[in-house]
């Protein structure tokens, strides 16, 4: 769709600046010398790290709700019908509520085997060997209900967003308005989705940590006995998952910079006649 350099430059910093923010926080995790440590210790905690990705979606959403360049009035009334989903493809609704349901069940699991530590906060998961308990920190509800919370506040906005980008009146050409709305709420719902899979990345990266952890105790019939979660066979599938829905969720958010930049303002071609 035509689009003013305003309208592309908007769409081109709401899909960068995010993305770089991410790569930012990960990429510390791997250069902790050239960082004091404080600001790694906490990208490190896993309720920053999980309301992080949510919280710049929020923020992209509203920014992409901004439209710089104001569509001419039309000089005549348009009967077209005119509602939200006229301009959001069907498949962005339902991906953006596949993933909602994996984050709410990946939350339900992990909350729900999580138990308080020394302060009451629900952020242990322990294993018992015999006459002894190992544990480490899990993905809780004290991590989960602030990102329930910013995900809730992520879906609103969105919705709220996409019911802007419909409201004003059609302009003269109907055709390109349809585009340049459909392009909007597309790239609106490609910083929800994109915010979701990061989100989930963070979440199956602390329950595959979680799966990996091992304790040794020693008995009188056995000896020395090694052991580990219940579920430490999947740790290495949720590591893997974790780094996919990473690629996953900054690829939306790479593609929606990149067609920022690479939209152009269309010029009507001249027609010649004799």
């Known amino acids: 769709p035509s689009a003013t350099g305003a309208a592309r430059l908007l769409v081109a910093l709401v899909g960068a600046i995010p993305t770089l923010v991410m790569l ?12 004091p440590r404080e600001p790694i210790m906490w990208l490190r905690d896993p309720g920053v790290m999980a309301v992080l990705p949510l919280t710049l979606g929020v923020l992209a959403v509203l920014a992409l709700a901004i439209h710089p360049s104001r569509t001419p009035p039309a000089h005549a009334a348009t009967m077209t019908r ?3 989903m006229t301009f959001v493809a069907r498949g962005w609704p339902i991906s953006i509520l596949v993933v909602t ?8 699991a992990a909350g729900s085997a999580s138990r308080p530590d020394e302060l009451g906060r629900y952020t242990m998961y322990s294993v018992e060997i015999g006459t ?11 991590y989960s209900v602030p990102a329930l919370f910013m995900l809730g506040i992520l879906l609103l906005a969105t919705l709220a967003t996409w019911w802007a980008i419909a409201r004003p009146a059609w302009g003269d050409d109907v055709a390109t308005d349809t585009a340049a709305r459909r392009h909007r709420t597309a790239s609106v719902a490609r910083m929800t989705t994109g915010a979701l899979l990061i989100h989930v990345s963070t979440v199956l990266s602390s329950l595959g940590a979680t799966a990996s952890i091992r304790g040794m105790a020693t008995t009188s019939e056995l000896g020395p006995v090694t052991t580990g979660t219940p579920f430490s066979a999947i740790g290495p599938a949720l590591e893997a998952a974790a780094w996919l829905t990473l690629a996953a969720g900054l690829t939306l958010w790479i593609l929606t910079a990149s067609l920022g930049v690479s939209a152009r303002a269309r010029r009507p071609e001249s027609v010649s006649t004799r």
């Open 132 to 142: 002894m308990e190992i544990g480490t920190r899990i993905y809780g509800w004290h």
């Open 24 to 35: 930012m926080t990960r990429l510390a995790w791997f250069a902790p010398g050239t960082l």
């Open 101 to 108: 349901v994996v984050i709410l069940g990946l939350t339900l």
């Open 82 to 84: 005119r509602t939200m």
